[in-house]
């Protein structure tokens, strides 16, 4: 692999303790080996090796990718606004009992009186902390 025959006998490369000891170097020299590649080709040549890998996804290829919208995986869920948002769905999936998204996110600052009540901060407190701009 990576066109280095020559360290399959290296007592530095040829086992997972010396690679790990010498992680740097291996890292340099499979940096060097990918830089003459696209990621198509090195993914390609790894997989042909038995070496597990996948290109990195950016958000919008994983949104994309068949997998995930098979999975059901970003499910449009209504926002306050109205508006619909794509958010990550339950990865559990199970055949009879269908997972869903039951809302979409709250507000800013929609339970801040809860949680502050639940703190012990009284009303009068919350409205003096709201008119001064700390909530």
Not at 24 to 38: G, H, I, P, Q, V
Not at 49 to 67: D, L, N, S, W
Request: aromatic share 4%.
């Amino acid at each position: 692999m990576a066109g280095r025959n020559d360290l399959a006998d290296h007592n530095d490369f040829a086992t997972i303790p010396g690679r790990m000891g010498h992680r740097a170097e291996c890292d340099a020299m499979f940096a060097k080996w990918c830089e003459a590649r696209t990621v198509d080709e090195a993914v390609n040549e790894c997989a042909r090796e038995g070496i597990p890998c996948a290109k990195v996804r950016t958000y919008a290829e994983a949104a994309r990718c068949p997998h995930t919208l098979e999975r059901d995986m970003l499910q449009q869920v209504p926002q306050e606004d109205g508006k619909l948002a794509p958010i990550t769905g339950p990865a559990a999936k199970f055949s009879r009992t269908p997972t869903r998204i039951r809302s979409g996110a709250a507000a800013l600052g929609a339970h801040t009186d809860e949680v502050l009540a639940e703190l012990g901060i009284d009303a009068e407190s919350r409205k003096r902390l709201r008119d001064s701009g700390v909530v």
